[in-house]
């Protein structure tokens, strides 16, 4: 009686190891991998019996760690201790994904070390959302700052215009005084449009989005679109038929458009290709993107251009952030196009491999 419920204890346990999402691997002394679970074969792309008799190092990615990394690692558990940490291992098919991992040696009854059992946990998608929870929050944080510089600057501005064209009108045309307050005048309306653009950045403009389909927002722009566009840039579009609807404001929704086709076309000087894909998007937890989960109407404007360094991607959605020359850019198209995307509910994200190319993808919620 015993033993049976003995042997339906290990099955249990048996079918746990193989059942639970959490990434198990059990080697020999040696590192050789002996058994692989459904999970370990998922995270790792690749199939027991292709692991079976390889060294973890299969899954290891190249570079991502230093040597001394590993070695402290082989030592503590080869001095039978247990070691934790996080790991960034590469997916069969390149991807990269960040593990939490404990090695713990197993020895035999003379205490000699037999097997390692290192149990992984796929963290990728934590840390992205975490990423990016900080990311909004200094963006929140930068916009409430933002909005009441500009609304304060709005006000005081309005008194300087006033002021300045009421001056203006008394004096005689040609006089040294009319042509610097002339060029007072021009300054101050600048300054209001920058200070208006970072109103729509802070959110404090009203807008009243409709229940919009985005493909015919794009194709009304379509045609500024190309114009835009210089001859050595080919300018593609793949639109979703059958592309759901979402609340749009179609001014603000062909200026997010435009900023990020004009960024597009400074990063390809030499030329290259501009590419504008609507597509539906039901994300679940397993989506690539740090985005809640719920139905999307995915917009994607990729071009082949310079690409963004990793140290400044960061920083590009931030009012100012520019790596234009003075009079060039005035770094305020990304947060123009971050506070309209934020202002519709929706999310908006950079991807960008250098010398390559960036892709721009917003999401806005989709409406029944
Ligand atoms: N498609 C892109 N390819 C490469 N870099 C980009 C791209 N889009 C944006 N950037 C980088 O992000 C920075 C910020 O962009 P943003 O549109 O906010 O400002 P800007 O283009 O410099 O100035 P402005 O839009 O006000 O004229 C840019 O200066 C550039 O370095
Ligand atoms: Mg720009």
């Not at 030592?75 to 960040?98: C, L, P, V």
């Not at 002021?163 to 009108?169: A, I, R």
Request: glycine share 8%; charged share 25%.
């Amino acid at each position: 009686m015993e033993q049976r419920v003995c042997g339906d204890i290990e099955k249990l346990i048996l079918q746990a190891v193989e059942q639970t999402s959490e990434a198990i691997l059990i080697t020999d002394a040696e590192g050789s991998i002996l058994y692989a679970n459904k999970a370990f074969e998922e995270t790792s792309g690749y199939d027991s019996d292709y692991l079976i008799g390889k060294n973890p190092s299969v899954v290891k990615n190249d570079g991502a760690h230093p040597p001394s990394f590993y070695k402290e690692l082989w030592e503590t558990i080869k001095a039978g201790r247990k070691w934790h940490g996080r790991m960034f291992n590469r997916h069969k098919s390149g991807a990269i994904y960040t593990l939490d991992t404990d090695i713990t040696p197993v020895r035999d009854k003379n205490g000699e070390l037999t097997h390692f059992i290192s149990v992984r946990r796929d963290i990728t998608r934590e840390l992205q959302l975490e990423k990016q929870l900080v990311e909004s929050q200094k963006m929140e944080s930068l916009g409430l700052l933002a909005g009441q510089i500009a609304h304060d600057f709005n006000n005081m501005l309005t008194i300087i215009l006033g002021s300045v064209e009421l001056v203006l009108e008394d004096t005689k045309e040609g006089t040294i005084s009319h042509k610097l307050l002339s060029e007072t005048l021009k300054t101050a309306r600048h300054t209001a449009e920058l200070t208006k653009q970072l109103l729509v950045f802070a959110r404090r403009q009203e807008t009243r989005p409709k229940k919009s389909c985005a493909n015919d927002l794009i194709k009304e722009a379509e045609l500024i679109l190309n114009r835009l566009m210089p001859k050595n840039i080919d300018f593609l579009m793949d639109l979703e038929t059958g592309l759901w609807d979402a609340n749009l404001e179609s001014t603000q929704f062909q200026q997010v458009l435009m900023n990020l086709a004009i960024n597009a076309q400074d990063a390809m000087p030499k030329g290259g290709a501009m590419k504008l894909t609507t597509r539906n998007l039901a994300a679940g937890e397993d989506s690539p993107w740090p985005i809640p989960v719920g139905e999307y109407v995915l917009i994607q404007l990729e071009d082949t251009g310079t690409g963004i360094p990793q140290e400044i991607l960061d920083k590009v959605f931030d009012p100012f952030f520019t790596t234009k020359p003075k009079g060039k850019g005035t770094g305020l198209g990304l947060s123009i196009v971050y506070g309209i995307v934020k202002q519709h509910q929706g999310e908006v994200l950079v991807d960008s491999v250098p010398g390559k190319g960036t892709t721009f993808r917003l999401f806005f919620p989709r409406v029944k």
